[in-house]
């Protein structure tokens, strides 16, 4: 494959293009894709046109580029989120008309959570999860979920890294968070109050798969002073039960939803 005088592939340029692009940039110029791409200016010209005849990218009036429908279309393809999303939605749906505050389905990717499918609530509560948006793990219940019912390989691999604190909740000292981890794979639930936004509380549990290996992590945030976990976690409990199946899952949940209600 070829690469450029700087060593980089013309993937790899390409995928810094496609990355330029986020919620608050949906459109942008060519000059301004060579900006944030740090990439010469005829190398982004010559590379935005390749993408634009294939559809990948597509032109707006204005001149701006945007991401393309067929880019959508070809990462959609045999893609194994599509099952996961859609086995999710009606369950999801069910929590967010209950619990009335944002719903979110996210997975583990690299050193994020990666979040596939989300649900908006007009609640007061902060939320900065993004569909296709990445929160680190320690920094969200969704995340600690994730990895608590992971293999051990997982867990020693978060633990042996420097972790950021985002705000005086966030964990991050590695036997602090080793025992909160442990205490998850108990209790089968996360309850995490202001660790990366002060205000908000985020209450997550497993959806397991087939192999009965952790997939997916369901999870609620709503305001700190709402969380009334005993009832939010039977409401996540049951709809992840029934995701879990819906994957041909064939496991038990433990009685984590007995064991919440004790506090």
Sequence with gaps: MANSSSGESVIHRFVKIVSAFDDTHRSLTVADLARRTDLPARTTYRLVNDLLLEGLLQRERGGQ??????????????SPMSG?????LPFMEDVQSVVQHHTTLGILDGNDVLYIERLVSDSSAVNITRLAGRLPIHGTSSGLVLVAFSPASVQEQL???QLTRYTDFTITDPAELRRHLAEIRQRGFAVMAGIIVPESSGIAVPVFGPDNAVVA??????PRQEENVPARVQVLMTAARGISRALGWKGKLQGAVRRSQGG
Excluded at 65 to 78: F, M, P, T, Y
Aim: hydrophobic share 55%; proline share 0%.
């Design 217 to 222: 992590a369901l999870s609620v945030v709503v």
């Design 65 to 78: 580029v945007r991401i393309g429908n067929r880019l959508w279309e070809l990462a959609s393809r045999s």
């Design 84 to 88: 996961l999303r859609e086995a999710a």
């Design 159 to 161: 633990l042996s890294r």
